[in-house]
């Protein structure tokens, strides 16, 4: 599908990719919803959040707890 965007005409020098699951992501249509959107410098498009910083000891215990949930 980017490919297809670069190769189309439209102003495209990147692609974005979002995906919700599940309602505090944002997904109002209950089955699989991509959205594939074409970018370019200067678009006026923003994807603003509040980030915190994490710890190294912090990610690596959230990474231990997914890998705990992952199926075997």
Do not use: T
């Not at 699951?21 to 699989?32: I, K």
């Not at 710890?55 to 707890?65: G, H, P, T």
């Amino acid at each position: 599908m980017a490919a297809a965007l670069r190769a189309s005409g439209l102003r495209c020098e990147g692609v974005r990719l979002s995906l919700a699951d599940g309602e505090a992501a944002g997904q109002e249509v209950f089955h699989l919803h991509l959205h594939v959107v074409p970018r370019f410098a200067g678009d006026g498009v923003v994807v603003s959040a509040e980030w915190r910083s994490r710890s190294r000891a912090r990610l690596d215990q959230d990474a231990a707890l997914i890998r705990a949930a992952l199926p075997r």
